[in-house]
């Protein structure tokens, strides 16, 4: 198994300890409380892997929302960035409102992701 180290930044603005995580494939930090994230890491969330667009993280099959974590949005609501940065997932930031997301919390693989198997379709994993 592939052991991949990734350097999240823990730095203050204000009064706010924050950490800067990096996105995969790019030089870009998404940026939340220092005690979002610590719940996060608590609840078994990888910080490796983090896409960009809307910061979005693998979890087994599914494409999961930070943004929609940190707010515990539920299905008809949507997480809209105040100031319109989607990497700024500070609280405060983060806005709920009446409707659907355009991304989905959930969003399968691609189907070259995945196989089948007599139960079912799982998710594949490379060695």
Do not use: C
Request: net charge positive; hydrophobic share 40%.
């Amino acid at each position: 198994m592939n052991s991949q180290v990734i350097e999240v930044v823990h730095f203050e603005e204000g009064k706010q300890s924050l950490v800067g995580v990096p996105l995969a494939g790019s030089k870009l930090r998404a940026i939340l409380l220092k005690l979002d994230f610590h719940d996060l890491m608590s609840l078994g969330v990888s910080s490796a892997g983090w896409k960009h667009k809307q910061v979005v993280l693998r979890n087994n099959r599914w494409y999961v929302s930070v943004g929609r974590m940190i707010r515990d949005a539920d299905k008809n609501q949507k997480v809209i960035p105040k100031d319109g940065n989607p990497l700024n997932l500070r609280r405060d930031n983060l806005i709920l409102a009446p409707g659907r997301a355009k991304f989905r919390a959930r969003v399968k693989h691609k189907r070259s992701d995945v196989k089948r198997n007599r139960r079912g379709v799982r998710a594949t994993t490379s060695a």
